[in-house]
Each structure stands twice: as C-alpha cells, then as structure tokens.
C-alpha cells in the first residue's frame, strides 16, 4: 500500500486530482495474501484510458482470477508528473497506491504508434529502465498488447514480451504459469512455448507468432460492470460489444483485417449485458460497440428490443458511425426518437474510383440518397471521414472530395428544414500504410506532399462547411513506425530524451524533436514511410501470422491497381486464409 497521507498532498497541487485518486464506484477490491500483482496499464490521460473497452474487460477478467490482483495506472498529466518529482514519489497505481515498480507485471494497452514515449514517460517515473536487457531479477515484467503489437519490432528492445492479438485469451493462462514459477527469466522461457505470446529474447528472427483471437464471443469473458470513473472520461457510457471484425474489407484499414474473423455474439447475449450494465453502472446511454455495427445480422432486432427495454426510462441507445445505405437510416429514424443525434458516415474518397481502389464499395448515388433521407428525416448535423494520398491519388481525386461536399451541402434545403441550417463538417485522415493490409506496401506521402494536398482542400471548400484535417508531419511519423523496424527503438529512447511525451495529442507533438531523434540514430523519416515494399520482400512484421494469408493482400493490391472491388464477407467468401486455419467463419447469429 502507497503512503496516502503523502499521496493526499501532492494532490492539493494538480488540477483533476479525480484522475489520480481510485476508489471509484465498482471499483475491484484487492485480495490478501501472496497474490500476483498486475498493473494494466494505458500510456494517456485517465479520461482516455477509462473509455477503452479492452481495458475494461481485462481489469476485470484479471480480477477475477483467484490468484491476481488487477491494478489500473494511467499516464500523469505534466502539472502531476511535475509532483512526482519534486516530491521523489514513484507512479503509483489507483487502486492501492502501489509504486509500479513494486508489481509483478506492468502490462501496457498499446493502441497508437506515438503512445511509445509515453510507455517510457511511465517507465521513468517508476523508475524501471527503459532497456528490457538492463532489468534485472527485482523489475516487472513488461508485457504489451494491443493493436500496434501486430508489428512488434520497433519495440522488441523495450518490452519483455508481448501479447499478439485478442490477451483474455492467453493471460489467465500466463498468470498460472508464472505462479508455478516465479522466476523471471524461467518465466519469460516458458510463456515463449505459449501460441500468441512473443519474447524477443527468446525468439529469433525466423520465429512466427500466430495472433489469438477469441473464437465464440457469446462465450467470452465480458464483465457485468464497468468502473464509474469520478471525471468525465472521453466515452462515458454502458458499451455493448456486439462483434468483432469488420466483413467490408477496405484496403487501408488495418483493424478490418486483424480482427478477421467476423465473430458476432447473439442478440439475447448482447440484451442481457446491456441490461446488466445499466443496472450496475446507472448510465442512460448504452453504445453499440464495433468496427461496423449497422453491419452485425441482428441489429434492427437489437436496436429495437433495448429501445422498447429501455425508452421509458430515458436510456438512449448509440451507434458511433452508420453505413450509408438506407438500412442505416432505418437505424437512425429509431434512435431520432430518443433523441437528436449528429450522423456520422465515412465516404472516405470523393471520386468513384478511389472508392473502388480501397475497396468501400459505395457510389455516390447511394451517398446522396442516404444523405437525402436523412435531410427529409429533420438530421441537419453531418460528420463524413475523408482520407488523403492513397495509393493512386491524383490531383483530381482530392479536388473530388471538394465537389462532394458542396454537392451535398447545396442539396440541403433550409426551407423544407423549417429554418433549420445544415452543419456539415468533414474531417480529413493522411493515409498511413500498415502492417498486415493490403496496402502495406505502399510507400506514404511526404509531408509537403499532404500539406499540398490539404491546400488544395482548403481552397477547394466553402468556409461554410467545417473542415479539420490530421496533422501531416504527426502522420509521417506514424506511419514510419507502423511499418519500421528494430533501428525505432532507439529513436523513440532518444525521442523521449528529448522531451517527447503525449505525442498523439498535437499540443504536445514537436516534429522538429522528432527529427532531430531520427537524424540523431543516422536515420530519417521518409526511409521508413516512404519505402515501398516489394510483394516478395521479407518485411519486418512477417514474424507475425494474423490468419490472413500474405497472398491475399497481394491479390487485393493488385486489385486496388485496376480499381476493382471485392465482396464483403457476408456475401462471398475471397479465401483470405482465415477459414483455411481455423475452420468456417461465425457468421450466423441466433435470436
């Protein structure tokens, strides 16, 4: 147990101390005894952290392990870090003010490529080294997972092991098998024989780690509470997991293709944990969790039961972003009546064929008919999801979305909306080539290059219609450790050194330090971003089996070349290579 009195004190001096207090409402109580002491840990702030429906589930699946107690740390702000410091204080986990350096695992949620010197902004105030060959027998181990781990190499001298894909398959396995043997270097051996875990101190180059990924969802752990955090987190609310993977298949989206299968759990699942959720958390918004929710067989019948469940009490339910097609809009007009909500779509591209060379498989007619009924439908609030320098672009491609956005702006009338103005707004990516898609061999833009672009946009657009865009030299960086190597460690060391940390937030992220990090390890940025990869070449994630084969994303590069699509899943199968190892793909759901 941490010194609380101390603790207290420093709290006096920090804004938020909520952040940093626990003893939240369904909070986990710690065991006694000689249990193993785990900290899941998210390299953000709290309010980021708490929304994170993975951390939510492994917090208390951990818990619920006779032997392991689950403590949750979160990256201090600066006004807090700054406390820490003077008062020669370690990060202290929330629920007993544990320093982390006195706990057996620190197991890091790792969701973004630029958390990295977050990761080590927490190491160093817990005073564990950086390096994973510098820790000795009386340090943590330092566990990672999540979706980033798909390309562990840029790491693999920082953490001690990693978790490759879905971790409530593997780590109650993990946690017994440290508690026969509580040596860490025995350990670390013996959870290298375990499928879906890498060690890179054990493992060589020629290794290959097959992702895990949870085979029946109506049969995996999910809790029947969530921790009610004191201040309001980014997403605070009851969410749902509805499924997992995504059947659309567009060739950018790294998500869509590491959580292949689609696993869908059945409506009477999803309605028993919803209802349990409201009950135990007190929240009046449920949200429908997945990649593509409108895109799971149950949806109508499952928006429609917790709508007649839970209407009378004023619990609304959420989706996070609709298909545009009109069953979307069907889902939509339900949930109008609970309350007035902005819709969000993801045309992605402007032009027709760059839709069809990223596989979205929509046309504008269905765009604009879908828009059209949602105007009729009294929705005078839209988000769309643009994305910029994928792989075939042309300068007419991006003026493309110009032409979209005004054709959809000047096809709203005020008058039929009694008055009503339409807010249109439109938020525009950089594309970044990840590991393990088809787009995965393509070289990235240069900065200059999307900051052209984005002129382009600037002047191409009426002011009238809202336009943000993602920083361009935050998203060359990105894209440099999405697809880099084992040189990255050092960087992101010497990125750290010189005072790197919250880079995913753009009030935080210094390029020039950045480059100079790279310059300083005799690297650059474009080396790494803008590579291309040849479709035979050896590339530093292939140590890494996701399921889908290395051939497909081949064959749907080379589609995206000729611009030609690809079903969904649901509709035919393209031998991805998933159902080859693992058997059918769990399409059916029951009522």
């Excluded at 007993?96 to 350096?101: E, G, I, N, V």
């Excluded at 840029?154 to 946690?175: H, Q, R, S, T, W």
């Excluded at 605070?236 to 869509?256: I, K, N």
């Excluded at 009729?376 to 075939?392: D, Q, R, T, V």
Aim: aromatic letters at 10%; proline letters at 5%; hydrophobic letters at 40%.
């Amino acid at each position: 147990m941490g010194d609380t009195n101390r603790i207290k004190d420093i709290l006096k001096n920090v804004m938020k101390p909520s952040r940093y207090t626990g003893g939240e409402f369904n909070e986990e109580t710690m065991k006694e005894g000689d249990v193993i002491n785990y900290a899941l840990a998210f390299p953000d702030t709290y309010e980021v952290g708490m929304s994170h429906l993975g951390m939510k589930i492994l917090y208390h699946l951990l818990n619920g392990m006779p032997n392991v107690n689950c403590e949750r740390a979160f990256a201090p702000q600066d006004d807090m870090a700054e406390e820490l410091r003077k008062h020669d204080m370690p990060l202290f986990s929330l629920e007993t003010y544990r320093s982390l350096r006195d706990f057996d695992f620190i197991g890091f949620s790792l969701q973004y490529e630029m958390c990295m010197t977050t990761v080590l902004h927490m190491l160093s105030l817990s005073d564990i080294p950086f390096w994973r060959e510098d820790r000795g027998t009386d340090d943590p181990i330092i566990m990672a997972g999540g979706s980033v781990t798909v390309n562990p190499i840029p790491y693999n001298k920082i953490f001690d092991m990693f978790v490759i894909g879905e971790a409530e398959e593997v780590l109650p396995e993990l946690m017994d098998l440290y508690d026969t043997d509580r040596n860490r270097e025995a350990f670390l051996k013996a959870a290298a024989q375990v499928e879906g875990v890498y060690v890179p101190s054990v493992h060589g180059k020629d290794a290959r780690i097959r992702r895990l990924y949870v085979k029946d969802m109506d049969k995996a752990f999910f809790p029947d509470k969530f921790i009610v955090p004191f201040t309001e987190a980014i997403f605070d609310r009851a969410a749902v997991e509805v499924m997992r993977g995504c059947p659309r298949g567009c060739r950018f989206c790294q998500a869509g293709m590491i959580y292949r299968p689609v696993r869908q759990k059945n409506v009477s699942t999803l309605y028993d944990q919803a209802e349990k959720l409201i009950a135990s958390t007190g929240y009046n918004e449920i949200s429908l969790s997945s990649l593509s929710t409108t895109d799971y067989m149950g949806c109508e019948k499952l928006v429609n039961d917790l709508y007649d469940r839970f209407a009378s009490e004023k619990t609304t339910v959420n989706l996070p972003s609709l298909r545009i097609d009109a069953f979307s809009m069907k889902l939509a007009k339900k949930l109008q009546t609970t309350r007035t909500i902005a819709l969000t779509f993801a045309p992605e591209a402007g032009s027709q064929r760059m839709r069809d060379v990223i596989n979205k498989n929509i046309t504008e007619d269905e765009i604009m008919a879908t828009l059209s009924e949602a105007f009729a439908s009294g929705y005078n609030k839209i988000k769309l999801y643009f994305m910029i320098g994928l792989p075939y672009e042309t300068d007419e491609d991006v003026l493309d979305i110009c032409r979209l956005l005004k054709k959809i702006y000047y096809s709203y009338s005020t008058a039929a909306q009694k008055g009503k103005p339409l807010m249109l707004s439109a938020s525009v990516a950089c594309f970044v080539p990840k590991p393990h898609t088809p787009f995965e061999f393509f070289p990235q833009d240069s900065a200059e290059e999307f900051k052209r672009k984005i002129r382009l946009l600037l002047d191409g657009v009426p002011k009238k219609i809202k336009l943000s865009y993602h920083e361009p030299d935050l998203s060359i960086i990105e894209g440099a450790f999405a697809r880099g190597d084992e040189r990255l460690n050092d960087v992101i060391v010497s990125a750290y050194n010189k005072g790197c940390i919250f880079d995913s937030w753009t009030d935080h992220f210094d390029a020039g330090k950045w480059e100079e990090a790279f310059k300083d390890c005799g690297l650059t940025i474009s080396e790494f971003a803008e590579r291309r990869f040849g479709y035979d070449e050896s590339l530093p994630w292939d140590i890494i089996d996701i399921g889908v084969s290395k051939a497909f994303l081949v064959k749907e590069a080379e589609k995206a070349e000729r611009a030609e699509t690809t079903p969904n899943c649901f509709e035919k199968c393209s031998a991805c290579g998933i159902s080859e190892k693992d058997g059918k793909c769990r399409f059916e759901i029951q009522d």
